[in-house]
């Protein structure tokens, strides 16, 4: 938990910044199949592997799950919730609960958690109307371009400013006066970005979605990129919007410098800035301020703050903890005076409730002790006999939320939107020796083997399977499915098979095949290994497998895999261990 509120001390380096062997990254890509625009990846990281989750999507790892929500801050920025041991910890990052013209707004999850560790950027403070931020910002451009003067809109690469370009872009085209006034997205990673927006359509909101059903709304009409000051004609008004939002260096540092002493021109700061960098200095209006050579120039232009930040303000983060009722709340991410003034008012907010909120220092650790005990509470049927202490409660367990039931199976029905089921299975196996050498058989395996009166023959194994003659050259099991039962009567099936003159014998399934069907295995394993790495070649009957100029020898025969690369090896030795199941399953 990182935020503002305290430095911590300074500490020195003992190691280089050189590259060490187990620092790497290493990604490889797996593909999709025929999947369009989606592919898995595998990364590993110091020898652990680093996996890519979708949103609600669950995973467990060491008993520990985890999924996460959309956050709304960023395309892509996630919330996440930690299940440990059964109590839930939502960490929200950085969030927003405001729809903008391109994101949704961050989820709210569908129940409350133990802790929630929430941001406090912007403290008590509270937003504008959207619309009327929008207003202000299109009418300060306008005017100043309107008058010759340049503007400077110094924000990051990704998020905000593809925002403010979707409102520049609607904005010009409706005012065809200003189409002779450039608009430039200046920023090294400008195009890549850009692509990145318009392939995730899909992760937006309605209205980009419906909009992408005309044309891409991202394929902007009025703007241009900008690579570098160099390829920059500065000749005439025009409205740049260049990285990093701090001012602190690059192209926005740049044409701040060349641009700041022009009383005609203006500087738009459009979100949250750090302090200590040059945007926080300048919405103070100094009279000087020092350019990138040393020098003090004077500030003549105008500076405009008009917040379009992706941070919750202070009624996004009460209505949202109000949602969520958390017993324990950890502000982070803010300064020490913000996060303060928040702490007070949450705690005036939730003062009836049996509600902490904290707001550690960076570095300090925060203890929280929970209950490692479930008490699960009777109900229904089970409910209506107190039991004997010592004795034995049996049935069904549901969780809700953080609750816990047991209850008859008969209940589950009532108490729940679940249903139980049964399925019964029923299966004819050829069978024309006599039913009493049968019996015999089955006494010699189970030791539970009833003879029923019923119309035809009947015998019960383990008390759940049924063994009928129902004809005289078949006999019929039936059962009622589950784990135990289901192995029960596979072994019978098995032991019948194999005693049975006119049942086909069990066969191991590495009997010898015919030079046909050997042939027609190694076309099949050949195919499959293509289909999951691409270049895949026979050889002196072995198979070579190329994957990005990295190859291995595959000999199908005896499963073995030659290949220097560790990683493919092991992916295809997996690959041919699954084949084998398949191709070569038990054979009857």
Known sequence: MSSTAASAPSLKRKESMVAREGDQLIITPLGAGNEVGRSCVYMTYKNKIVMVIDFHQTMEVNGIRFWCYTAGHVLGAAMFMVDIAGVRVLYT??????????????????FSPDVCIIESTYGVQLHQPRAIREKRFTDVIHNVVSQGGRVLIPAFALGRAQELLLILDEYWA?????????????????????AVYQTYINAMNDRIRTQFEGSNPFDFKHIMPLKSIENFEDDGPSVVMASPGGLQSGLSRQLFDIWCQDKKNACVIPGFVVEGTLAKTIM????DVTLMSGLQAPLNMQVHYISFSAHADFSQTSAFLNELQPPNIILVHGEANEMGRLKQKLMTQFADQNIRVLSPKNCQTVEMHFNAEKTAKA???????TPEVGSQVGGLLVRKGFTYQIMAPEDLHVFTQLSTGTVTQRLSIPYKGAFTVLRHRLQQLYEGVETLNEEVPTLK??????????????VVLQWVSDPITDMVSDSIIAMMMNFNPESPKMKTSDVESTEGKAVDTSKIVQSLLVSLFGDVKELDGKL????????????HTSNTVDCENENLRERIKVAL???????KPVRM
């Open 577 to 583: 261990r699954r084949m084998e199941i398949a191709i």
């Open 544 to 555: 070579i497998v190329s994957v990005d100029g990295v190859v291995a020898n595959v000999d």
């Open 379 to 385: 109900i229904g049927r089970l409910a209506e006999k």
């Open 93 to 110: 990052g950085d969030y927003s609960r405001e729809e903008d013209r391109h994101l949704r707004a961050a989820e709210t999850p569908q």
């Open 174 to 194: 409706g005012h065809p006066e200003l189409h002779n006034v450039p608009i430039y997205y200046a920023s090294p990673l400008a195009k890549r970005c850009m």
């Open 284 to 287: 103070n209006e100094p009279k």
């Open 461 to 474: 194994v383990h008390g759940k399977v049924l063994v009928k003659q129902e004809g005289m050259d078949y």
